[in-house]
């Protein structure tokens, strides 16, 4: 035992701003974890160790206390304090040989697993998030800084001032009962989505509406018709869900399943009919009637993605593939994260009368949802007209931005890139030529200050359109010209300067 106190010893630092209490435990425990004190050793009496070390003998008997407490020693009245024997137990650690297979083969063969699954590996080589979320041309932001802080935080302090216990427990399946009302009443008339409150379930946001669709409606292994080009973050979540993506081409009318994809119907098909996400178009109302016939004859779930359908320029918003659907195959999809700001995280789905309990009950099991106090704020928020008043607002605003960066475009380029999806939105794509690199100009765009997002970063499958996501909604009027200015160099560096033929901007 003398080796023990001389090892502790020597490993005690006087001046350390560390207690002697806590370097002691952490020195025994680790003594115990290394095998220098063997299992079944004794240690010596608190009255020597503590003499010893020239220290308390409180001090160690609160040490031997906390070792005890946590099974690294067992300590016996009368008999002394014992390391414990704490090894993993080795049948548990080796797994048997397979049949007829030598312990010594086993041991051959077996390969270390790797730490990240083949889906996990998978989510994050093709991932899309980007580490900048705001400023000249972030796509699919709102303008954050024109967001109601005031009234928000009004009706917030109101409500925390008479907080009722209610709203600072976890949520009931669904969400909170007013804010699903008031929901039921903003979508039957801003989208004409058919439904009562029972049939809302509130999310974190459309990300986690599609995960809990897929992990209540599908299988691990089927497959999910997903448009081509589509959203990455839904692509994300499908695939590390264990659903094999189908990539379906769209066309100026919308989903465009081939002859050979109609034979081979999936579980779901994840679309967004209002305004397809990236390109723009709306899906034409004779694509939407097949579709859904298509989806009742083979039983598909159809998740309709209505991510910013309330900023239609020019004409009045179209109506949702929802309030078409008589056989109630639909899953309706929608978020706050356009209209009021990212970061709220709310979202909101509407299922299927018949599956709502299942929903609701499938929410509050998979992920304990609470946020109650916020959804009370915005229930009220939606209840005092504040919200179809801030659409309303930012839809003219970002009207007018669109206008100003179209126009920026025309200055810099005439017709040489065409626009595209510019008639709702938060962004447009601007058009490059084939023999363009939209991910190098994307990168150097960044380096220069401005944020685009590659087009071709959307597709799935061999075929993919060059061109340039560019969002507006976030750029005060002001900005437009000269950041536009600076990307306009950065293609003309990027793209035309590297023309096969270095005169050619056809695009
Ligand atoms: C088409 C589409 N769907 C969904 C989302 C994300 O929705 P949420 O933030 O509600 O998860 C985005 C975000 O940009 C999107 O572009």
Redesign the pocket.
């Known amino acids: 035992m003398e080796i023990l106190s001389e090892w502790l010893s020597a490993q005690l630092e006087q001046e350390s701003a560390e207690p002697v209490y806590r370097q002691l435990l952490h020195l025994m425990q680790q003594a115990i974890l290394t095998g220098r004190l063997a299992p079944g050793t004794k240690l010596p009496s608190s009255r020597s160790l503590a003499g010893d070390l020239h220290v308390a003998r409180n001090t160690v008997l609160h040490v031997y206390d906390q070792l005890s407490a946590e099974g690294y020693v067992i300590s016996t009245t009368g008999s002394g304090t014992y390391v414990a024997d704490t090894r993993p137990d080795s049948a548990a650690v080796s797994l048997p040989p397979l049949d007829g297979e030598t312990a010594d083969e086993a041991t051959a063969t077996a390969s270390p697993r790797g730490d990240i699954s083949s889906r996990g590996q998978r989510l994050i080589d093709q991932a899309g998030v980007s580490a900048k979320q705001w400023g000249a041309f972030m796509p ?1 932001v709102p303008d954050v800084a024109e967001f109601p802080a005031r009234t928000w935080s009004r009706l917030q302090s109101r409500l925390w001032r008479s907080a009722s216990h209610g709203l600072l427990t976890y949520a009931p399946g669904g969400g909170y009962r007013p804010l699903r009302r008031a929901l039921s009443d903003y979508l039957r008339v801003a989208r004409s989505v058919r439904c009562t409150p029972d049939q809302i379930i509130i999310t974190t ?4 509406s599609i995960d809990l669709t897929v992990r209540l409606l599908a299988d691990v292994g089927e497959r999910a018709w997903v448009e081509e080009p589509c ?1 990455w ?2 692509r994300s979540v499908l695939q590390s869900s264990g659903l094999k993506l189908a990539p379906i081409p769209v066309d100026d009318e919308g989903l465009n399943p081939s002859e050979a994809d109609l034979r081979d119907p999936p579980r779901i098909a994840l679309v ?1 009919p209002s305004h397809q ?1 990236p390109l723009g178009m709306v899906m034409s109302l004779a694509r939407r009637r097949t579709l859904l016939e298509y989806a009742r004859q083979h039983n598909v779930w159809i998740i309709e ?1 209505d ?2 359908s309330e900023f239609r320029y020019g004409s009045r918003p179209l109506a949702s593939l929802q309030g078409l659907d008589d056989a109630n195959q639909v899953i309706y999809v929608g ?1 706050l ?2 209209l009021l700001f ?1 970061g709220l995280r709310i ?1 909101y789905m509407v299922v299927p009368e018949r599956l709502a309990p299942i929903f609701r009950t499938g929410v509050a099991e998979l992920y304990r949802e609470g946020q109650l106090m916020q959804q009370a704020v915005l229930a009220e928020f939606i209840m005092d007209g504040y919200l179809t008043s801030h659409v309303r607002r930012m839809r003219t605003l970002y009207g007018e931005r669109r206008q100003l960066l179209i126009d920026a475009v025309t200055r810099h380029f005439g017709d040489a890139l065409p626009v595209m999806g510019e008639e709702a939105g938060l962004h447009f794509v601007l058009g490059l030529p084939d023999y363009a690199d939209d991910r190098a100009t994307t990168a150097a765009a960044l380096d220069a200050g401005v944020i685009v997002r590659p087009l071709t970063g959307y597709y799935n499958g061999e075929q993919k359109r060059q061109g340039l996501l560019t969002g507006y909604a976030c750029v005060p009027h002001e900005q437009i010209e000269p950041a536009f200015a600076t990307l306009a160099r950065v293609i003309e560096d990027q793209v035309f300067a590297r023309a096969p033929n270095a005169k050619q901007r056809a695009a």
Not at 205 to 208: M, S
Request: aromatic share 16%.
């Open positions: 699919g946001g459309i990300h986690q959203y973050g839904a967004t996400y993605d991510y910013d978020s994260g356009k990212p979202g």
